[in-house]
């Protein structure tokens, strides 16, 4: 089996994704405060509620692209992955309706679309 480089960046953001996921879990004040919106009333245990909620999806969207890894086409691999750089794009949107710093919208949600957009394209002309 021939490894190439979108595959070990599709991992990557799988990965990651799981790992923030996890994050959430086990530390959601510190989760919710980086995401970028400001004035996050992180004590309420609503939030914590939501959070989990929030969490439990990140950890299943990184599990599915390492499903995608395992046993599908790099086609279907990097359909997914198009589809899903909706989500980095809708937090930096959201973020950026809500005053939060440009720093977080653009470099950590707009630069996270922009490699899943460009892992997309390597796995869909690959």
Not at 13 to 36: C, D, E, N, T, Y
Not at 58 to 70: K, M, P, Q, R, T
Not at 85 to 107: C, E, F, Q
Request: charged share 10%; net charge neutral.
């Amino acid at each position: 089996m021939i490894v190439n480089v979108a595959d070990v960046l599709a991992a990557l953001i799988g990965a990651g994704i799981i790992v923030i996921g996890v994050r959430a879990l086990w530390a959601p004040q510190a989760a919710a405060a980086s995401f970028g919106i400001p004035g996050t009333p992180t004590g309420e245990p609503n939030l914590r509620v939501w959070l989990s909620i929030k969490a439990v999806r990140d950890i299943a969207s990184g599990l599915f692209i390492f499903i995608l890894l395992a046993g599908a086409t790099p086609d279907l691999l990097g359909w997914f992955m198009l589809a899903a750089t909706g989500i980095p794009v809708g937090d930096a949107l959201i973020v950026l309706r809500s005053n939060g710093p440009k720093a977080a919208a653009y470099g950590i949600h707009g630069a996270t679309a922009v490699v899943m957009l460009v892992i997309s394209v390597l796995l869909l002309i690959g």
